[in-house]
């Protein structure tokens, strides 16, 4: 008993391809004596094959069995050895799970898919993103960068954690920042002094930007006197925090239901939405395309960030044209066929 716990502990200080390689060239090394020792038994290499593997997992059908002393006698060194390696095995698949569970928690595995979007700087605002992002496409895969220790949404499958400093080079390959499809840096809530929340916001955008200039950047910004220096940052897209939720308020007040409306825009959980739309073959003219859109119960709204389309209907529609309308997701999926 003594030789087997210092035998099992010797194989347990291994490493895991070392005890995968043992425990094949066990199994097949037991199949082999197996047959030999009984060939009547078995009548060819891969029954003993299977034998060994039913012995090792407790299983033991009864459909093979040794019949002579010698084969009773390497049964039970099966027993005592095979099964005990096997355990071992199973043990360390075990704890490589788990492994890679506590490292998730974490945050300190590299994602490896692309096409994702990565979200900086936890919070109640990136939570509600992380949502809207879901509700919009289920499948999605986002990346949280945050300076926390702790996988803030672990319980979804589909959203990975990086924790670290999200300006650092080193925390945003892991992320995956080269192959992803967009960043989105919320605005750190943690800072007392505002000017420091843009400054961190301006240098993590600044470290995308030199590592992967063309990932599309969206920054919550702080202060408007700021924006200037986003811009030169190259930034693409830019929300003054709390903007919005200002103007919504005093909507409220001067006009009954309107932040209704633009609520209903602002969120993909219920209503109508903006959808991006492709240009069709048969559109020449803005007027082409919004009456063919309004036929089939969508209304167009912009060309990029033109939102005066609608007193353009007779010009012709431009060959860098983004255009976007406005209608729930079953009349976007009819019309785009998604």
Not at 225 to 247: G, M, P, T, Y
């Amino acid at each position: 008993m003594l030789f087997l716990l210092k035998v099992m502990t010797k194989m347990g200080q291994l490493r895991k391809t070392s005890i995968v390689l043992v425990v094949l060239g066990f199994v097949v090394l037991s199949a082999t004596i197996a047959f030999v020792l009984e060939p009547d038994t078995f009548t060819n290499w891969f029954n003993a094959l299977y034998w060994v593997l039913t012995t090792m997992a407790t299983v033991g059908y009864g459909d093979y069995f040794a019949k002579t002393p010698a084969g009773k006698v390497f049964t039970i060194f099966l027993y005592v050895f095979g099964i005990g390696l096997l355990s071992l095995v199973i043990g360390k698949v075990i704890d490589s799970i788990a492994s890679l569970q506590r490292q998730r928690g974490a945050g300190t595995l590299t994602f490896r898919g692309d096409n994702h979007i990565i979200i900086i700087n936890w919070s109640k605002k990136a939570r509600a993103a992380v949502e809207e992002i879901l509700a919009y496409s289920p499948d999605a895969h986002i990346v949280i960068i945050d300076e926390s220790s702790r996988h803030p949404l672990e319980y979804l499958h589909q959203v990975h954690f990086v924790s670290g400093d999200p300006a650092s080079d080193e925390v945003l390959e892991k992320a995956n920042i080269r192959a992803c499809r967009a960043a989105i840096i919320f605005a750190d809530s943690r800072i007392e002094e505002t000017s420091l929340i843009d400054g961190k916001s301006l240098l993590i955008v600044s470290s995308i930007e030199r590592l992967a200039s063309h990932v599309h950047t969206t920054v919550e910004i702080t202060q408007e006197k700021n924006i200037q220096n986003f811009k030169h940052a190259q930034v693409n897209e830019f929300v003054l925090s709390h903007d919005a939720i200002s103007r919504l308020a005093v909507r409220s007040a001067l006009q009954e239901s309107n932040p209704d409306i633009i609520q209903q825009l602002l969120s993909r959980s219920y209503g109508s939405d903006i959808y991006e739309v492709p240009v069709q073959s048969g559109w020449r003219t803005y007027g082409d395309a919004f009456t063919a859109l309004l036929q089939q119960g969508a209304t167009l709204l912009a060309d990029r960030s033109d939102l005066g389309i609608n007193r353009k209907l007779d010009e012709p529609i431009p060959a860098e044209a983004k255009l976007y309308m406005v209608s729930d997701g079953e009349t976007y999926r009819r019309i785009t066929g998604k």
